[in-house]
Every structure is written in structure tokens, then in C-alpha cells.
């Protein structure tokens, strides 16, 4: 049985009681007593309810009517229904101003709907009903979730002589918010047609993406940011090379985030008083002593980002911090994690400044990211040093890794271009890599051999075909080789988007299936699986703020299984989905007990939860009896945000759930490379 303490020990109990009823104090160290976020509006007399529904479902309908509108501008309409839908259903609305807010969204709709049925399109269409703002000008929109059909909000704030017509690829800021409780998505929309926020560059776009409410921008808030990236360029010409990563206290950690993850993709990044991992975080900011699991202390290398410090070595990163914020405790561990891989990070410090941006620090941070601008990010740069552990996060420019002797484990790649007929390659903790360089680039000669050396080992990589110099090498026994496809015996492998742990399905395309209907739930596993799954729903949509995407299970279509992760709730014999794949998982029922490697647990009062290759489409995930990992009590702070558990676990039926766990933790553990019990 795995013990499990998340909500530590309170260092100073007396603070608990001056901390009562404020957010993020000691007060919220107690996993028995955890007050709801979001937290409960006002309650909505019948008719106003009525009026916003109402209006909310004539402009869907209206929406719909559009027939020769395209999918992606008929979201930059609904998003003002969805918005409005959501906060009154979710009771999401915290006073008489923001009932009136929701009103004038509905109206901001309708002209939208208007410009739609005038045939306005794409820029055109999101600068319709834009708001000047002595300057810039704000407008938002809405894009439509890969991940499950959603209507996300952003916000974008333009240069006054941005229009429709404009073909200058423009650079790009992103700002990441900081944490709100009540930030609904209507109250999102409202705020960005007010207000300018914290930069707007001279002839700059700056993207204010909603994340999916307050989760710092992890998960399925981390594939809401780089979506909406994408989408705006279908919008503006955005220039490449100039994407900027840039947020304040929660969105702070976000841009930390962001920055060691993708360091490829950004020109600079600016991150301000946001967490930087977990454990130190919520010792000095929460008085919490968080002491992990074997499993958590691994699956903290996700977002501890003193970790992959490394990554940015090559990104130019200015961290600011108020000199008496307590958050100035993420900025110092991440300079001294730079310093110890022998290179620095430049913190700017706004004096005698609490949590907030100083002017004079906020005139250098905007100078140091101009003059980054002014170069550019390189598309292809001549020298790579790029650390992961995990293969969510593989990628940096022309180098991929598909694959890790160990997950979890600091892998490392040093790249070199030392020639255009020669690369030099040192790898840790790497057994496949793609390299991948574009023609513009100007690095390799893609039409004579290229000596590759790597790890001490010469490889011949013959011309390529056609204008991009691509290789492929793969490790095996010991020795690197060229190969021309990393599966190509067909094994399951951990690989980009297919390497776990469950919190990993949930961020991109999946849909619930839970038991058929008529299933009476009488055993404790069946009462078990029919409060989870409803609790799964229930939090992606007020939590990740999504639309529940629901089969059941003889409605399951062959598109489901090809294009989306499964989510099964149930037992073999509640869910005809989870006997028809059980076959090919890593778990066996004998006599009385679920199986997992040499790991027994009792079958009547415990069931499995894990994610693993679908057997049905290897290409995707199955889920079994899991939603997002981490539960209510995380809510209270961003950095306890992380996954609770790693790829299986056994969970008991009938002991042990709470505001942290589905049950008592019976067993857990990773598969290994090749999708094995370990």
C-alpha cells in the first residue's frame, strides 16, 4: 500500500488561523477541508437566467444558419454564446455588473453574427467590432479545441495600423494572465475589450491566451496556448522568428514552462514572479511540506523547471521579481540553476516592489526583448544542447528524440553542425533520433554524404532526395545505426505522444465511454466507477473548462477510434469496451485478484486504473477508469497542480477517496520503454 501525504505538514499551525479564508495561505494545506474553486456566484433570478439562455442559444442557432460560414469563423462567434452559456449553467457570474457584462457579450455576438452573414472572414471578421484603446486596438475570438471540440477564448491587443490586408509578418508576444479564481470565460472576454494590459510593443501582436482557467497553463491549458498561437497566424502574418513567451505570477510559470519546453520556438521569454517547481515553492509560499511519492518525485521532472534550466542556455530569458514578493523565490532558483550549468540568466529585481511589475524594471525588460528582436530566433540553428525528460517535450528545431533508454530521466542532446558534410552528436540517456534541417538554413549539403558522429560512432548519411537533409538513428545493443523508421519491428515503444503517464491522453483529441446503459451499479467497484466517471466529466468541464465528448459504447465509430484517446470507466463486465481490449493490456484477472507485472490486488474491492496503447489502434491512448489525475485539493494552488499518478495504478474501491486520491493507493508504477510492467 503506497502512503501518501500531499498535504504535508503546516511549519507554522498559528499562521492557520490568521490565513482563514485567504487563497493560498495555510488555510488551504488542509485536503479535508478544501473550499470550492471556482468558487459559487450569485445566484440568478429565474428571468435573467432565462434571457441569457435564451440569447446564448438564438445566437448558436443563428451561428449554424451561416452555411457558407467556415468552421473556424463560426467559433469566432460562438465563443460569446459558449462564454455566457457556461457562466450561468456553471454559476460562474459575481455580481449585478458582471450579469451586464454577460448582456453586452451576448450583443458583441450578434454583430459579430452580423459581419459573418455579411461574408466577413478570418482577420477580417475578429477586427469587426474591435475596441480602440488610445492606440492599440483589442479585439477576441475564438478557436475550436483540437482536444475536444471546445470554443476557446483568446484575446489579442493590435498595432493601430494592423488591418486585414496587411501582408508584414508581424512579431508575435504572447502573455500568459495571472491566476483569478473567478476568471470565467465570459469575464475573460469582457476584460480583454477593456483593457490593454501589461505590454504592446510598437508593431508587435500580443496574444492574451485564457489557458483554460487556472491551472498555470499545464496540460490541456498548455495545448489551449499553442493552439491559439496557431490559429492566430491563419489570421495575421506572423513572423516565425519572433515569437516572444512572456507572463506575470501565474503566468510566470507558465512562460517558465513554456520557455525550457519549447526552447526552439521562441525569440526570448520574460517570466515574472510565477512558481518554478514544487516542492521549495510550497515550502516557502504555502508553509507546506510536500513530500512525494516515488512516483510524484519522478513525474515532478514534467514541470519542476530548474530541471531543464539547461534548455535555456541559448534562449535569451530575463526573470523579473518584485524585491518583496515572496515569489521571488522562483526567479532565484532558476538563476541558480542556470549557474550551475556554468552560464547566467539575468534577473531584474523592481525595488521595494511587492507582487507587481515595477515601471523602470518593465522599460528594461521591453528594451531587452526589442533588441532580441532585432536578430531574431535562428530557424535553424548551427549548435543544439537541448535536455528532456520525457518525449511530450522532444523537440528542438531540426532535432527530435523518439527515444529514451529511461523516461523520467534527464536525457541530453548535444548537436553540432561542424561542417556542411559533417555533424557532431553526443547523446545521454538516447536511443533514436530524427535530425531534420530546411534548405534556408544553409548548414548541410543535402546533395553529397554527410559524415554524422555521434557518441564516438561514424555513420555515412548517403544524399537526400529531396531539398531538406533528414537522418534517422536509432540505438540498439549498444551501437548507433542509420535506420529509416524508429517502430520498424513493429514494437510498442514509448514515443512522442504515445509515452504516458494518464494526465498525457488528456491533452489532445479523447471522449469518454463508461458503462452500458442499464448497468445497475451494485457491486462497490460499479458504485465506485459510476462516482468517478461522473466526477471526470463533471471536472473537465468546470476544471479544464471543456466540452464532455461522450459515447457509448456500441456507438463507438471507427473514425472514434482512429482519431481519439479512449476513456473507459468500467469493469469487463459493465463496459463491453473494457472486456473487448482488456485481452491486450498489461492487466489480468486471475481467481480473485487484478494483476499488474508480480503486483496482486483484491478484484472485489480494488480496480485498475493506467494508460496504455490502445490494442484497438496502437496510434492512440486507452485510459481505463481515470480522468486528469490530480483532484481539488491541487486546485488551491497552481504548483500542486502536478499528476498524481504515474502510468498504472491499483486503487481501492472502498477506502481512501478524497479531495487528493480515486481510493487508496494499493500499488502504481511506470510501464518501461516497451510499454512493460517494470
Known amino acids: 500500500m503506497v502512503n501518501r501525504l500531499f498535504g504535508g505538514a503546516i511549519v507554522a499551525a498559528v499562521l492557520v488561523s490568521a490565513a482563514c479564508g485567504v487563497a493560498d495561505g495555510p488555510a488551504d494545506n488542509l485536503p479535508g477541508s478544501v473550499r470550492p474553486i471556482p468558487p459559487p456566484g450569485i445566484e440568478l433570478d429565474e428571468a435573467t437566467q432565462r434571457r441569457l439562455l435564451d440569447g446564448a442559444s438564438a445566437l448558436v442557432r443563428d451561428v449554424a444558419a451561416v452555411e457558407e460560414a467556415a468552421a473556424a469563423d463560426r467559433a469566432e462567434a460562438l465563443v460569446f454564446a459558449r462564454a455566457v452559456r457556461l457562466a450561468v449553467d456553471e454559476r460562474f457570474l459575481y455580481s449585478d455588473k458582471e450579469v451586464e457584462q454577460a448582456e453586452r457579450l451576448l450583443d458583441r455576438g450578434r454583430e459579430r453574427l452580423a459581419a459573418l452573414r455579411a461574408g466577413a472572414s478570418g482577420a477580417r471578421l475578429v477586427l469587426s467590432g474591435s475596441v480602440q484603446a488610445s492606440g492599440p486596438r483589442l479585439a477576441v475570438g475564438g478557436f475550436r479545441s483540437s482536444i475536444d471540440g471546445s470554443v476557446q477564448p483568446y484575446g489579442l491587443v493590435l498595432p493601430a495600423d494592423v488591418d486585414a490586408a496587411d501582408a508584414r509578418p508581424r512579431r508575435l508576444d504572447v502573455w500568459l494572465h495571472g491566476r483569478d479564481e473567478q476568471v470565467s470565460e465570459a469575464m475573460f472576454l469582457a476584460r480583454r475589450l477593456a483593457m490593454v494590459g501589461e505590454c504592446a510593443p510598437p508593431h508587435t501582436i500580443v496574444l492574451h491566451p485564457y489557458g483554460r482557467y487556472s491551472n498555470a497553463f499545464k496540460f490541456a491549458g498548455e495545448a489551449d496556448v499553442l493552439e491559439a498561437i496557431e490559429h492566430v497566424k491563419t489570421l495575421f502574418p506572423i513572423d516565425d522568428t519572433r515569437i516572444a513567451i512572456r507572463g506575470f505570477s501565474m503566468g510566470g510559470a507558465g512562460c517558465w514552462q513554456f520557455a525550457v519546453h519549447f526552447p526552439g520556438m521562441w525569440l526570448a521569454a520574460t517570466p515574472g514572479a510565477g512558481f518554478a517547481e514544487t516542492r521549495e515553492f510550497l515550502r516557502t509560499f504555502q508553509q507546506q511540506a510536500f513530500e512525494p511519492t516515488a512516483a ?328 481505463w477508469n481515470s480522468g486528469f489525475t490530480y483532484r481539488e485539493y491541487a486546485y488551491l494552488n497552481n504548483a500542486r497542480q502536478i499528476p498524481m499518478l504515474p502510468d498504472w495504478a491499483l486503487v481501492s474501491t472502498v477506502e481512501g477517496r478524497d479531495s487528493q486520491f480515486p481510493g487508496t493507493i494499493l500499488a502504481e508504477g511506470f510501464f518501461d520503454e516497451r510499454w512493460q510492467p517494470r
Open 296 to 623: 510524484q518525485a519522478r513525474l515532478l521532472h514534467w514541470y519542476d523547471c530548474p530541471d531543464w534550466a539547461n534548455n535555456l542556455r541559448h534562449l535569451p530569458t530575463i526573470a523579473y521579481s518584485g524585491e518583496l514578493d515572496r515569489q521571488k523565490q522562483a526567479a532565484d532558483v532558476m538563476v541558480a540553476a542556470c549557474a550551475q550549468r556554468g552560464f547566467e540568466t539575468p534577473h531584474m529585481i523592481g525595488p521595494q516592489t511587492a507582487h507587481k511589475l515595477h515601471p523602470e524594471s518593465k522599460v528594461e525588460i521591453e528594451a531587452f526583448v526589442a533588441r532580441a528582436a532585432e536578430q531574431g530566433r535562428p530557424v535553424a540553428p548551427r549548435e543544439i544542447d537541448f535536455t528532456t525528460y520525457t518525449l511530450r517535450y522532444p523537440t528542438h528545431t531540426w532535432l527530435t528524440i523518439n527515444g529514451l533508454s529511461e523516461h523520467w530521466r534527464e536525457a541530453r542532446v548535444r548537436a553540432a553542425v561542424a561542417s556542411p558534410r559533417a555533424i557532431e552528436i553526443t547523446t545521454t540517456n538516447v536511443t533514436a533520433l530524427a535530425l531534420d534541417i530546411p534548405p534556408d538554413a544553409q548548414l548541410v549539403d543535402a546533395s553529397a554524404a554527410v559524415a554524422v558522429r555521434i557518441d564516438g560512432a561514424a555513420l555515412d548519411v548517403p544524399p537526400t532526395s529531396g531539398p531538406r537533409w533528414r537522418a534517422a538513428l536509432t540505438k540498439a545493443d549498444g551501437a548507433w545505426r542509420l535506420d529509416t523508421a524508429v517502430d520498424a519491428d513493429g514494437a510498442l515503444r514509448k514515443r512522442p505522444g504515445l509515452q504516458g503517464p494518464i494526465d498525457d491522453a488528456f491533452m489532445s483529441a479523447f471522449l469518454f465511454v463508461g458503462p452500458a446503459p442499464g448497468h445497475e451499479p451494485a457491486s462497490p467497484a460499479d458504485r465506485w466507477v459510476a462516482d468517478e466517471f461522473a466526477r471526470a466529466k463533471r471536472e473537465w468541464r468546470r476544471h479544464f473548462r471543456g466540452d464532455v465528448v461522450e459515447r457509448l459504447p456500441e456507438d463507438l465509430s471507427a473514425d472514434d477510434i482512429a482519431t481519439k484517446h479512449l476513456v473507459l470507466f468500467g469493469t469487463p463486465e459493465s463496459n463491453p469496451l473494457v472486456a473487448k481490449v482488456l485481452p491486450g493490456l498489461p492487466v489480468k484477472r486471475e481467481s480473485e485478484a487484478w494483476v499488474v507485472g508480480a503486483t496482486r490486488s483484491p478484484a472485489g474491492t480494488s480496480l485498475p486504473v493506467l494508460v496504455y496503447p490502445n490494442p484497438l489502434n496502437p496510434e492512440r491512448y486507452v485510459v
